[in-house]
């Protein structure tokens, strides 16, 4: 491979504190084999972390999980942040936020909030989390961020089994008093790569969706901002996933591990490094894992020769992985790519909503 050309700063740094978590969500983003409490890192080296993210250009920290609150440190880790300069968002369940602990947060200086948002109902939220009154929790907790001017966000996970609610779940948002809305629809890997067939929405609710989020943004202009990810599945063309491998920002898991996105771990032949190995400014400039898939020479045909190539940037490589094997292949997305039609197979084959099978809740 030619030498390349030192990368731009990282935008954003996503720390995700811990893999403990209250719920058990069936699509949680988290690896199948999480990291242990005994195996994370201590106050002191996420706070090294976050000065050595803000010398290398960083701007903004999610503090992510699991749930970051089920640190007890949350505090001492958002001041180290906020000292360092980083915006700090925390992305949450809210479960364990306690007005006692909003009380500290906000003292040592959060900025944000994010709030994942099951359903828009308990019995639903209950169910799809896995945790018995989570939803009736979260109401109090979002009505508390509010009620003190904190900026909240929520995190809609949508998939087979909620899309049909999502112009509530947009209203619900506005009665929150949230100002923006993520619509994220659920990506396969992981756990929820284990529980696609339970999850992969139909092309029915897809197009619902779609003149849903269209409609609420003219509805609620200047009230809520709205962020939809539609299904990659359904597209002709993947999304350029983090705008470019090692482009614009970076993971650090429990374990200190630096992965250049959260999903990058079920690439099994990349070598990742740690915090507590080399400075994060090496392993973002020149660590094995984040050269593997910048530039073009990675690339495989069609991408390398396609007029796209650096439009999406071929697409996702952990796609690539879970659908083909190859994380260097073309995303099996795309409607050039030569497994195009395993994808299509997968849409063939969404079952009945009488014969969903049962969630795999994560562990
Ligand atoms: S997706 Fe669900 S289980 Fe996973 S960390 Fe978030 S709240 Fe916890
Ligand atoms: S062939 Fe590759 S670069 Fe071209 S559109 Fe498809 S994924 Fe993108």
């Known amino acids: 491979m030619r030498d390349l050309p030192l990368p731009p700063a990282p935008i954003a740094l996503l720390a995700e504190l811990t893999h403990r978590c209250p719920l058990s969500c069936p699509y949680c983003s988290n690896p199948l084999e999480m990291v242990a409490r005994e ?69 040592a200086g959060l900025d944000h909030v994010q709030l994942s948002l099951q359903g828009v109902r308990s019995g639903i939220a209950d169910r799809i989390g896995g945790y018995k009154s989570g939803f009736d929790r979260k109401l109090e907790v979002a009505k508390s961020i509010t009620a003190r001017g904190l900026p909240l966000t929520l995190n809609a996970v949508m998939h087979r089994q909620n899309l049909d609610d999502l112009a509530e779940t947009i209203s619900f948002a506005v009665e929150l008093g949230a100002r923006r809305i993520e619509i994220a629809c659920v990506q396969f890997y992981g756990w929820a790569l284990t529980n696609r067939a339970a999850l992969l929405p139909t092309r029915e609710q897809v197009e619902m ?80 894992a984040f050269q593997a898939f910048r530039g073009h020479d990675w690339m495989q045909e069609p991408c390398r020769s396609c007029a796209r190539r650096d439009i999406d940037h071929g697409g996702c490589r ?46």
């Open 209 to 288: 969706a779609k003149r849903t989020v269209a409609q609420a943004v003219q509805t609620y202009r200047g009230r809520l901002a709205i962020d939809f990810v539609p299904p990659d599945y359904y597209a002709d063309f993947p999304k350029a996933c983090m705008g470019g491998w090692g482009s614009t920002g970076l993971n650090v898991t429990p374990d200190g591990t630096v992965l250049p996105c959260h999903a990058a771990a079920t690439i099994p032949h990349l070598e990742f490094q740690r915090v507590t190995e080399a400075p994060l400014a090496e392993i973002w400039q020149h660590g094995p």
């Open 318 to 363: 952990c796609q690539a992985m879970a659908l083909t094997g190859d994380a260097s292949a073309t995303d099996p997305v795309c409607r050039y790519s030569p497994q195009r039609p395993a994808v299509d197979a997968l849409l063939a084959e969404i079952p009945e909503a009488e014969a969903l099978p049962e969630f795999t809740y994560r562990r």
């Open 39 to 107: 195996g994370e890192l201590d106050t002191a080296t996420w706070a090294r972390v976050f000065a050595e993210a803000a010398d290398l250009g960083v701007l903004q920290l999610h503090l992510s999980g699991g749930e970051p609150v089920a640190r007890r440190d949350l505090p001492e880790l958002v001041e180290a942040a906020r000292q360092a300069g980083l915006y700090v968002n925390l992305i949450t369940s809210g479960i364990g936020l306690t007005e006692a602990r909003l009380d500290a947060l906000e003292a």
